[in-house]
């Protein structure tokens, strides 16, 4: 049973532009969360998505945006990439009303 | 605020020596507080979900404890095998996990 799948694993952007990165929740999980850790951090909440719409969301301006399909896959969208926004992005699944996330191994952006 | 605090930030133990991390935090609402493990360039790793005061749980050399205001991660007879940053979230209101901001340990044979 594949758990969370995010791609791509690594990715290299420059600053101004604008990145898409995808993610594939655990079989049976219909709930996925983002978020963003930086280097020596715990991971940060960005937002969650749960029927297609963002259900709550984190300290972090409009430029992260995302979206969740009917398949319950998401994609987190970053516009205007700064510096800063290098970090390991992590997405965790899980089942409405059940406690407990997976979380993917995540992808790591580099902007230079 | 939510808030969670992980002590030591840092971790050195030789093969066998047993230890504690701490995890403090301040939360309106607890309605779980969850151990990760994370290799490097990883994924967190679920280790345990405590959900009141006084609940224990144990997995192989680990078991976590929980008290209203912590949360130890004790590690008997560690193995190099368990090095790694663990990481602790407690959940509140709404969905979101609040992470520390972990506890590199490294164990030396």
């Known amino acids: 049973d594949a758990g969370v799948t995010q791609s791509p694993t690594h990715l290299i952007k420059t600053r101004g532009q604008q990145v898409t990165l995808r993610c594939s929740p655990k079989?049976?999980?219909?709930?996925v969360s983002w978020y963003q850790q930086a280097l020596g951090q715990g991971p940060q909440f960005i937002f969650q998505y749960y029927e297609e719409e963002e259900r709550q969301r984190g300290n972090f301006p409009d430029r992260f945006s995302g979206h969740q399909f009917p398949n319950y896959s998401s994609e987190l969208n970053v516009n205007a990439l700064l510096l800063g926004d290098s970090a390991l992005y992590l997405c965790?699944?899980?089942?409405?009303?059940?406690?407990?996330?997976?979380f993917g191994s995540g992808t790591r952006l580099t902007v230079v | 605020e939510d808030q969670v605090t992980q002590s030591p930030e840092a971790l050195r133990l030789q093969e066998g020596e047993s230890s504690s991390l701490n995890c403090s935090y301040t939360v309106s609402g607890l309605r779980g507080l969850f151990w990760y493990r994370q290799d490097p360039g990883k994924g967190p790793e679920f280790l345990f979900t405590?959900?009141?005061a006084g609940e224990e749980k144990e997995k192989e050399r680990l078991k976590a404890t929980l008290t209203k205001k912590e949360s130890f991660l004790h590690i008997t007879a560690p193995k190099p095998e368990d090095s790694a940053t663990y990481l602790c979230a407690v959940q509140a209101e709404g969905n979101k996990l609040v992470f520390g901001a972990g506890t590199i340990l490294r164990v030396k044979s």
């Open positions: 079989s049976g999980h219909d709930t």
């Open positions: 405590l959900y009141s």
């Open positions: 965790a699944s899980s089942a409405s009303g059940v406690h407990g996330y997976t």
